[in-house]
Every structure is written in C-alpha cells, then in structure tokens.
C-alpha cells in the first residue's frame, strides 16, 4: 500500500494544524464491462410513457450480448479482477514460502487445502493466525486481506511481487508495530474505507455506529460496467424497446459520451484520483466534488512543478496539463474496457502528435498543436528504439510507489533541466543522465533545443518563491492567479499560499475567484478568505456559497461560516440546510475518527455542549492512534474544570507516544494556563525538539520563552526560524516586535525592508514603514 496520507475523510477538516495519517490503496484504471445476455429471453418492454423509474443495480452479467467486444476487452482486464474471494485459483503468493521478516515483526503463510492463513502480530501485540478472505489487485503485486471482528477487512503488510514472485513488505524498514497508526491491524489500514469502493461495483461500507460494525455492501466484485456507467435496469429496458428510443442517455442517469471530456474524466477519477470521501459512497449522475475532495498539488503530494512526488494516481497530474484542456480523456489513449494503451509505444502519442497535425476526435482543439514528426531522433535527441526515444521516458517520467508499483506522471510535463536545478524539482533529462554532471546536460539540452522555455507560464518560480520567501512572491501569486489560462488545481494550490502575502489586492484576487466557474478554485479562496477579510466580508461571501451548485463548496463554506460569531448566520435563510448538509456528511463517516472530531467541533460551535465529549470519547474508541482526538478530549475536559485530568490524559499519552509532538506542546498550554511556567516550558521545548519544523510549536515556545523573562532566547529561536524560513509571515512580525521592545531598531528595520521586498502590499509592512 502506498505510504503516508494526509488526513480525510471529509475536508473541510477542522484540525487543519495537526496532521494526520490515512491510508490509500493501489487503485486499478476505471471502466470496464461484464457478461452474458440472460435478458435477451426476456419480454419486450415497450417506451415507457411516463418518465422511467429510478435505475437499480441488475446483475453484472447483462452485458455479454450487445457488446461482446467490450466483454471480452474486460474479460482480460485487471478490472474484473480487483478483487475476489481467495482461493487456488485467485491467490497467485506462495504460502509455503518462509516466513517474512522486518526489523520488528515476521510474517509466517501457511496453506491449507484452499484455505490460506498468515501468522502474525495483531492488534494487542499478540502474534496469532488470520485467515486470508480476499485477494486485492492482481500484478504488478497483489494484496491480501483478512477479516477481523466486526466486520472489518484489513490489508496485510506483505505483498506478493508478481514478477518476481517473492513476499515482499509494504512498509520496509520503517519499524511498524503494533503502536504504530499504520499497523495493518489499525484504522489507517481499513479496506472497508480506504480501499474496496475501488475494488469493487456499487460498494457501500453500511457502518452501523450504535453496534460498531460494518455491513459492507457490494453488488459485484472487481469493476464491471456498473461501476462507470451507473446501475443498467434502464438501460436494460432501454435496449429492448423496438426500436430502441433514441434517448441521449442511452437509458443511463449519464452518457460517458456527451460532448466535452469531463463526465469521463471525472468518472475515472473517482478512483483514479488522491481525494477524501463526503459521504458513504457515490452518485453516479453526480459531479466529482459532490461526492469527493480531490486533492491540490500540496509540498508533501507533488513537486513544485506539479509533477508527482508522494501516490496522487492520475486525476490530479492530467487536470494540469495542455492535453486535459485541449479536451483529450482518458479512453483517447487507454482502452477503458480492458485497461491496456490502444496502441503501444509511441503509437499512442502519434495519434495526434505526428506531421499530419490531425487529432483522433473532432473535440479535441487542435489550437497551439504543431504538425511534426515527434517520433524521430531530430525531436528527441537518442537513438531510435532506444529509452531515451520513448515519449514516456521524457514527457511522463514516474516513480515506484508501494515498493513495486511504477506510475507515470499524467501531467505530460516538458522537461526542464535548468529549471530544475535552479527550483530543486526532478527532470527527465536529469533523471536519466545521472552520470553526466548536470550542467553538462543543462548545456546539451539548450544546443538541442534553443528556442525552449518554460512552458507553465512561471508556475512553478512563483509557486517556488511564495514557498521559500523569495523576493516578489507575493506579486509573482498575484501575477499567476489572474492568469486565464492557469488550470484550476494550480490556482487552488497558489491559492493556499496567499495568506502569507496579504494585500488589498490579494483580497480582491480572492473575492474574484469565489466566483470562479472551477468547484477547486471556489473552495480554496473561501478556505483563505478568513485570513484576508473581515468576518462581515467573509460571512456576506459565504451566504452565497452555502446555495453553490456543487456540494464540497457547500460544505466548506458551511464549515467556514459556522466558525464565525452567530450573528452572522443567524437568520440566513439558507443556513439550516447548509449546516444540516455538513453535519449529514460527518454522521455518514461515523467509523472515522476524523469525522467524529469534526462533529464534535460543529457540536461546540453550535452550543450542543452535552455531545461533545460523549463524540471525542467515541473518536478516539474508533481510533486511538488518531491524536487530535485526544489533545481536544483533554481540552475539553480541563474546559469543564476537570484540569487534573486532562494533564494526566496528556502526560500518559505522551509516555505511550513519545514520537508524537501534539502531546507534550497540547500539555504545555494546559499547563500554561495552569500557571505552571517552568513545566510548560519544558513540554514545550520537547514538542519543539520533536518537530523543529513545526512553526506553530515553535512560534508558541517563542512566546511562552518570552513572557517568562526570557526574550534574548525568544528572539535567537526567531531568528533561527525566519533565516531558515522568510516565508512564515508571522514568525517575522513576532521577531520584529521582540526586537523593537528590546531596543534593536535596527535588526528590526531590516526584516521590515524585507517583507517589503517579499510583498509591498503587506499591511504590516506599511505599518511598521511608518514607525
């Protein structure tokens, strides 16, 4: 399984400075379709004259007789096998192999007749069998899941390497054991949520929170016609009338045909796609952000070009690139029935690509597309055949994820070695050429290519020095965001960074884009609206919002607006829906922690007081591993006046995890606030050593430090923080501040001159010019 996540399930995530952990699993390409006419023996239906009932799952064989080409495509598929009961004929690992080992943990497999069984440490620390029930995947590696009490199917940590054929460990030499939160046995590793919606067709994981079980629900294994196309009774009935009604959805909710390359692209990235549930499955006849949050191009995720770093699958690369707004979907180059290229090689590519400057559909716009031979060593510099020849090798370069799994970059990027080196982002050219020095292949690329340049428009620089907090970063946002032409995922992710580079005109940007046709866009200006705009500024932009068409701006301007004071939803007439909305999307998740901690956070806000604790209790029941549920737990208690207790909670969780940083610097304010000075600092600064990079941790030690009589060790831990890190605005007005009641002006005046040079129209800035 890939590595560390970032948090779900459903964003807007209220514990937005702690980070959490979650678990997503190799998910196979969408589309795919199943077999067998039994319906041709049917009766004829005739065209219905009202309008037709809602359509119903049928059984996954009704579509063999029409379209036996399509079937047989599937038959082949790693769709169809994506998930199946094990068995001597699915289970492809050896059982008799000996054991696995790590630096913490051994796996021992054992077969027995058709049963399969692995050995090894549970939950409680005690090793003990588990019986295999399902394989997942089928090459280049396959999974294996077992199931556990209430109805919970975990992933095993051993994988079997296809190729190979050898075991081999998902997480390899990192020392997970069974008080790690990516412990097979744990939250973060349940198929039930995390993985078999993909693995599967009409998949509902049905957790019932009064018993804490699930029910999980599927109507077929692996991924058949339904999964992409909806529920088939009305196509079924559809395709028997005489003639057949030419109907534009063929009898479906949607038409994957429809003009425009959205309805596929968005159906594909359901699974195909780094993105957080919004609620207990999905619609088909919905729009992808009704029923997910996909993912930006955050620093952990992707590189600072946009191209892939931590698994983000396809959606997110593909929505970046020239191809995705020229109109290309996903089937113009895969065959969505069995999963493989329509053409191998370069064949693919040429389709468009080549001297004729003709493209395979009359949709795809052509503008800007130059008719050339693409497949020739004068484009591409290497011997023909050779890897260097590949269009792959140069425009979708990849990486391995879940050890053995290579996924291409779908963003179709150009590469870029100076700018590489200059940004610190990888390169195709840099890449491969490792035994050259890297200027060397800098000068071979611009002898071969002279007239190239960078083809983001200045992304990736103005991404970099909002980042690094270079000088012009916060023009160089400004510049970007009003970009017409900049895909909407970038301006999302420019977006998250503009508080740092306040400015009347950086209010302005975000109030334009709360308007932007882009669901992304929408939602992360409303995200940073709070940072940039007075509450009435904020609350008269989201009452718009809360009516938006799509249900994740919904959602996250209803959480936002719900943060304000209730003056300013009060009265709205659209407020009781919106709010009920987000609260519906929660209890729909009620078997993660994450979204338990986020009800608990509507219930105080919204003074539903006596819920609050009954919640953070159950969240961390859920999932103990999951932090913040415990440091707002501990919170809250020492907020009802049980302060002894919430600094025992702290300090024993502290002892249990002495890794996890939340716990000492949460003790540290509750001891703060106890009056405990000498205590406080000490949790503080080991909440600091934990995460030294950590600018919240860091920025309430300077206080803490500060207030106690200690400045000159205040403003050297500043110092030391605002060198390393120019960007974290308010690190250096704290610094500014210290320095001035300490008497040195001029230290002070410096930093002031360069949050100048970082962004003129810093209101600070103007302010402290003034002093």
Known sequence: MPKRQPPGPTPPTPS????????SISLLLLAGVAAAAWWWTQPVIRAPSAAPAPAHWVAENSCQGCHTAQFQDWQKSHHRLAMQVASSQTVQGDFTAPP??????????????????VNTTGADGKTADFKVAYTFGFEPLQQYLVELPGGRLQALPAAWDVEKKA??????????????????????????????????TGYQRRFDPAKQVFDSHWQALGVGCQACHGPASNHLQWARQEPPANTAGYGFEVSLREAGNQREVQTCARCHSRRAALDDGYQHKHTLLDDYRPSTLSPVLNEIDGKIKEEVFEYGSFVQSRMHAAGVRCSDCHNPHSGQLRISGNGVCSQCHHPGGTVIRAEIQVGGLKAADYDSPEHHGHPQGSTGAQCTSCHMPGKFYMVNDFRHD???????????LELQHTDACLGCHRDKAPEQVVEQFKAWYPQASARDGGYALALHKARKGLPGAGEALLTQLARPDLPAIRKATLLAELPAYPSPLAQQAVLRLLQHPAPAVRIASLEVLPDLASPQLQAQALAVLLRDPTRAVRLAA??????????????????PAAIAEYEQAQESQRDRAEALVNLAMLYQLSNRTAQVEPTLRAAVQRDPHFHPATVLLAQWREQQGASTEALQMLRDNSARYPKEASYPHALGLTLVRQGQHTQALEALRKAHQLQPDNHDYLYVLAIALHDTGQPAEAIALLHQQVEAHPEQRRLRLALIDYLLQAGQSQQARELVEQLGQLNPGDPSFAQQARR
């Open 16 to 23: 937005r400075n702690l980070q959490n952990l979650w678990l």
């Open 100 to 117: 696995l080992r790590n630096e913490v943990d051994s796996i021992s497999f054992l077969q027995k007749g058709d049963e399969f069984w």
């Open 167 to 200: 075991w081999f460990h998902l997480y390899p030499e990192q020392g997970i054991d069974y008080h790690d939160p990516l412990h097979w046995s744990g939250a973060q590793q349940n198929a039930n949520f995390m993985c078999i919606e993909c693995h599967t």
């Open 410 to 420: 779908h963003s179709f990027s150009v590469p870029n070695p100076a700018q590489a």
């Open 558 to 575: 209803a959480w936002q607006l719900v943060q304000l004071p209730v003056e300013f939803h009060q009265g709205l007439a659209s407020w």
